[in-house]
């Protein structure tokens, strides 16, 4: 079973910038894996932020970005707030109809 | 703007069927791809799997022998069966559309999930 990774969790100071990745345990991550990113707060539904690997979803502010960092898929928020603490999920396209979700990351800002 | 809604028992029997339906409201489940998606509580999300309007369907392998998703065009609806389940299928289930038409693809919009608990 292909196991998608991701922090588990990270830390920012309010208006600080932080990157979160998503690797493969046995390859690395290219745009051909479709990279998307989804916030959960809790007891709500994940919000789509980033799809296509870099295309923000209809109301996403520009604060919140999306990139290939080496072999991971990356998310980075400038000018963090704190309505951003938030568990951030990556998923990945695996070919052949079949997608994976990261372990998900838990953003604390502080 | 396309709303997706879960519904079906909070609470099945071990052992036991596990069934939900997502109601599409606002758009017409023909021509997209739509998904069904767990969140174990407290924990994250597990992709189950996604059927095409038409019925094609895939499924998470670890889940394969024990799931089927299908789709009733005439209804805008499609539904979730997970057999045999234990407490460990205890989770929210969402449901979501895929954005597009075609691979690859990702998930939105979302349906809010529902809570479902395996116990006797």
């Known amino acids: 079973q292909t196991v998608v990774t991701q922090e588990p969790s990270f830390s920012v100071s309010p208006g600080g910038t932080v990157t979160l990745t998503c690797g493969l345990s046995?390859?690395?991550?290219?745009?051909?894996?479709?990279p998307s990113w989804y916030q959960q707060t809790p007891g709500q539904a994940p919000r789509t932020l980033i799809y296509n690997t870099n295309t923000r979803s209809s109301g996403v502010p520009d604060r919140f970005s999306g990139s290939i960092l080496g072999n991971k898929a990356a998310l980075t928020i400038t000018g963090a707030q704190a309505d951003d603490e938030s568990d951030y999920y990556c998923?990945?396209?695996?070919?052949?109809?079949?997608?994976?979700f990261g372990g998900g990351t838990k953003l604390t800002v502080l | 703007q396309v709303q997706l809604q879960e519904s079906g028992p909070g609470l099945v029997k071990p052992s036991e069927t596990l069934s939900l339906t997502c109601t599409v409201s606002?758009?017409?489940?023909?021509?997209?791809?739509w998904g069904w998606i767990r969140q174990p509580p407290g924990k994250g999300l597990e992709w189950i799997g996604y059927v095409y309007y038409s019925g094609n369907t895939n499924y998470n392998p670890s889940l394969k022998s024990r799931v089927s998703i299908s789709v009733d065009t005439s209804k805008n609806q499609f539904s979730l069966k997970l057999s045999s389940v234990t407490a460990a299928d205890t989770a929210i289930y969402f449901c979501?559309?895929?954005?597009?038409?075609?691979?690859?693809?990702?998930?939105?919009?979302w349906g809010q999930g529902t809570l479902v608990i395996v116990s006797s």
């Open positions: 979501a559309r895929y954005a597009t038409s075609t691979f690859p693809n990702w998930f939105d919009p």
């Open positions: 998923l990945l396209y695996m070919g052949s109809g079949s997608w994976v």
């Open positions: 606002g758009g017409s489940i023909s021509g997209r791809y």
């Open positions: 046995s390859a690395s991550v290219s745009t051909n894996y479709c």
